[in-house]
């Protein structure tokens, strides 16, 4: 049971008096952590270089087979460029490019955020206990999808829309 412990020091009535420890990472999963960290972080460093032409994706990513077959952008088009943008400072032009990559881009910053809290100082955050479990895992991967579909919706709207001279 939590103790309400208030500015001042003082406990409500009828709280127990010892205070809960707050248990610190492991020093695997610290690693781990720092990993996650340094693996975003790069992927948005090459965003950003690919962005300021320092690199071209272009030789690794390639042309869109679903656009070249159907004439409609498949659930990926456009990740890249938003990617880029975002990872420029253009956080609500990378929403406008497709929004589910935007989306995923504000996840992976506060994802990074907390990785390098939990990598640094050890800090378990508990609902991330609760992400990594089954449940937690299943609801990330349905609410993932969603987002996808969601984008992909908008992007194949304003593809139509395009194409029919709106």
């Known amino acids: ?16 008096s010892k205070f809960v420890k707050k248990q610190k990472l492991s020093r695997r999963a610290r ?5 996650i960290f340094l693996v975003i972080t790069a992927g948005a460093i090459l ?9 071209n994706l272009r030789l690794l990513v390639g042309v869109c087979g679903f656009k070249q077959r159907f004439g409609l952008p498949c659930p990926g088009c456009g990740w890249t460029h938003a990617g880029q943008v975002f ?9 406008r490019i497709q929004p589910a990559a935007g989306f995923f881009c ?12 939990c990598a640094l ?16 895992i299943s609801i990330l ?3 993932a999808i969603v987002v996808i579909m969601a984008g992909w919706a908008v992007t194949l709207i304003r593809s139509i829309l395009e194409n029919s001279g709106y």
Request: glycine share 12%; with cysteine.
């Open 31 to 35: 690693i781990i952590a720092a990993v």
């Open 47 to 55: 965003l950003w270089a690919s962005a300021k032409g320092y690199i």
């Open 1 to 16: 049971m939590f103790s309400r412990v208030y500015c001042n020091g003082t406990m409500t009535k009828g709280q127990p």
């Open 121 to 136: 100082f050890g800090i378990d955050f508990g609902f991330l206990q609760y992400l990594s479990k089954s449940a937690g």
């Open 106 to 117: 504000v996840v992976g910053v506060l994802a990074a955020i907390f990785a390098l809290h």
């Open 87 to 95: 990872f420029t400072g253009h956080i609500l032009e990378a929403f």
């Open 141 to 143: 991967l349905i609410s």
